[in-house]
């Protein structure tokens, strides 16, 4: 009790607070989320994202190696497919002559020591813009698991270190773990999107993919945003049929989900700072209203806080620069 106790004791110099500080953030923690597209010499600006790029594959190969000259050791792939490639069965998805493919041999071969992992979700290569096969107005689980894990087998296949599945169906860890065992792939990683909510911090991303739901929303597969105990049911269920790593998607908004499951799993935990969390940091500092490197760096340290292991963020490189 005060006075015997001082709590700004342990605050008089910049050595003390260092002594105490319980949370640091590190160039290890971090993962780039990077967009690629067909062409050569492409590096196409994305609108809502300042900074962020659809880049062709001799342009991610600077930026894969860029990234790890940063200190970077992960990026997460995603790619934007020609409309005339879209169907409603996951056609391309796993063609193993794919841009997703074609881009994790490529980063391969020039940076074997970067950490790669590819988003596994058909709403890129969608007709119809939902993560899964639509029968009369319904996605169908059972289906759309099959070819989920046919694409994340094509990826492994080509190199993925980590395939990602973000599209919320029933059972599909179980399913891409049981392809990729039968395949004698037992080194590939699965990092799921286990608590990934029907959010509409998103926007940005389905601009620089062209990937909105053509019709109605995610909610029947993506989770409720009120809901916070089915978070940890999915993703205990996802740990039990093999994820390696699990994710909370999007971040600062869902902090209290990623401590409710730190305090409940023990694998690895990654936190997805969405493309709407950057887009907003980026207008508010373009207007002169917020300090952008002061709060980008307090938004990934409260990710650390809160119990996150990993951080995807369009942030990454900015982060590794400022990271001491
Ligand atoms: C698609 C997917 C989405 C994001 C990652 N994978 C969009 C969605 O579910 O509609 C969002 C990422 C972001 O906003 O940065 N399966």
Redesign the pocket.
């Known amino acids: 009790m005060y006075p015997n106790q001082r709590n700004r004791r342990l605050r008089q110099s910049p050595a003390l607070r260092q002594l105490v500080s319980e949370n640091q953030l590190s160039r290890n923690d971090l993962v780039l ?1 990077l967009f690629v597209v067909e062409g050569t010499k492409v590096k196409d600006p994305i609108a809502s994202m300042p900074g962020c790029y659809r880049l062709s594959l001799d342009m991610l190969q600077e930026e894969v190696k860029s990234a790890a000259d940063m200190g970077i050791k992960a990026v997460l792939l ?1 790619v934007k497919v020609d409309d005339a490639l879209k169907d409603n069965k996951g056609t391309e998805a796993v063609n193993p002559e794919g841009l997703m493919q074609r881009a994790v041999r490529t980063i391969k071969a020039t940076t074997p020591e970067m950490v790669v992992m590819t ?1 596994v ?1 058909l ?1 890129p290569y969608s007709s119809y813009g939902h ?1 899964g096969i639509l029968e009369e107005g319904k996605i169908l689980n059972d289906p759309t698991i099959e070819v989920l894990s046919q694409m994340a087998l094509s990826h492994a296949l080509a190199g993925a270190d980590f395939v990602a599945p ?2 919320m169906m029933d059972g599909r860890v179980l399913c891409i773990r049981t392809v990729l065992e039968e395949a004698g792939l037992v080194d590939t990683g699965i990092m799921s ?1 286990s608590a ?1 909510y029907a959010s509409s ?2 926007g ?3 601009e620089a993919l062209d ?1 909105a739901p053509g019709f109605g929303d ?1 909610r029947n597969y ?1 989770m409720d945003p009120g809901n916070r105990l089915e978070a940890l049911t999915e993703t205990l269920r996802d740990i039990q049929e093999g994820a390696d790593i699990v994710m909370v ?2 971040g600062l908004a869902y902090l209290d989900i990623i401590r409710d499951i730190r305090e409940n799993v023990e694998v690895p935990i990654a936190a ?1 700072q ?3 969390e ?1 887009a907003m940091l980026k207008a508010a500092a373009e207007k002169g209203w917020l300090d952008h490197d002061a709060v980008m760096m307090e938004q990934l340290l409260a990710f650390k806080r809160a119990g996150a292991n990993l951080i995807a963020t ?1 942030h990454a490189k900015e982060a590794a620069q400022l990271i001491t």
Do not use: E, M, N, T
């Open positions: 989320p995603f988003d979700a709403d993560d973000s599209d999107y990934k911090f998103y940005p991303f389905r990937s995610k993506q998607k999007p997805y969405v493309s709407g950057y369009y």
